[in-house]
Structures are given as structure tokens and as C-alpha cells.
């Protein structure tokens, strides 16, 4: 593989050929279908308690929604602390990351990691780093969703 304005000698082409004769290979249909499963899975246990709160609480379906996210990020949070979620996204790989609870394990992450650092810098310094460009970028393109959807009504209604 060549670089700009460089060319590779005939050493590096055939440690290059040696190194991806000895790369292991990767099992794509396998991480996929566990990525399905376990995602899948944290959505079922997410329609579950939804269902509860529906049937319990007589929320409807659209205010049972704010719930349920936040009980699914109170069990993402926990099992992040226990260590149990770290095991289970090097297991599902995207399928942990994919639903809200991959979020507030990676917020939560990022908190346990700098907690030597104490609460206030560390914990709630480190906390939002990645929260903080989730928020501004999710801003940004609901606002250009909503002008978006602005310009089209306004020249269909006219």
C-alpha cells in the first residue's frame, strides 16, 4: 500500500503480505448475530417496561416512553458500575452501543474512569465530554429537521 510522493520497497510489501497472512480473521456473521441478539434483547426488555408502565401506571404509549428510557439508563448505569455491562459490549459489540443504554454506559464510563480525580472535575468534568457533543450535534440537526420541515409545509401550503 502506498503513501503520497512514497513507495513502498520490496521489504515492506513482503512484511506487509507476511503480516496479513498471520492477522487472524474475523468472525463478521457471528459478531453480527450477536450484535442482533443482544440488542434486540435490550429493546425487548425495553418494550417489557414500557408494557408495565402502560398497564400499571395507565400511562399511554407516548408518556410511557420518558419512563421507561429512564429506567433503562438507571440499569445501563448500574451494570456499568458493576462491570457487568463492559463484558457484555465486548461480547454484542454494536448491539449494546446502538440503544439509549449504550449512551449512559459510555457517560457513565467515562465518570468511573476520572473518579481518582474527585466529583466535581474528574466525575462531572469528565462525564459530558462525550454527552456534550451528542447534545450540541442532536441540536444542531433537529434544528435543521424542523427548518427543513418548515420550508416544505410552507410551500405546500402556499
Not at 5 to 19: P, V
Not at 109 to 131: C, P, T
Request: charged letters at 15%; aromatic letters at 12%; glycine letters at 12%.
Amino acid at each position: 500500500m502506498a503513501t503520497k510522493n512514497k513507495k513502498l520497497t520490496a521489504t515492506q510489501i513482503e512484511y506487509q503480505a507476511f503480516a496479513k497472512r498471520l492477522e487472524p480473521s474475523r468472525p463478521v456473521l457471528k459478531n453480527c448475530i450477536r450484535a442482533f441478539w443482544v440488542g434486540g434483547s435490550i429493546c425487548l426488555l425495553g418494550q417489557f417496561i414500557q408494557t408495565f408502565f402502560i398497564h400499571f401506571f395507565h400511562f399511554d404509549e407516548k408518556t410511557a416512553g420518558n419512563p421507561t428510557s429512564a429506567v433503562l439508563i438507571a440499569i445501563s448505569v448500574l451494570l456499568t458500575g458493576f462491570g457487568v455491562y463492559d463484558k457484555l459490549g465486548q461480547f454484542a459489540g454494536a448491539g449494546t452501543a446502538v440503544p439509549v443504554t449504550g449512551f449512559a454506559n459510555s457517560i457513565a464510563s467515562a465518570a468511573i474512569e476520572h473518579k481518582s480525580e474527585g466529583y466535581v472535575l474528574g466525575v462531572g468534568g469528565n462525564m459530558f465530554k462525550l454527552a456534550g457533543s451528542v447534545i450540541v450535534f442532536g441540536v444542531v440537526a433537529a434544528f435543521f429537521i424542523a427548518l427543513l420541515k418548515w420550508v416544505i409545509t410552507s410551500i405546500g401550503g402556499s
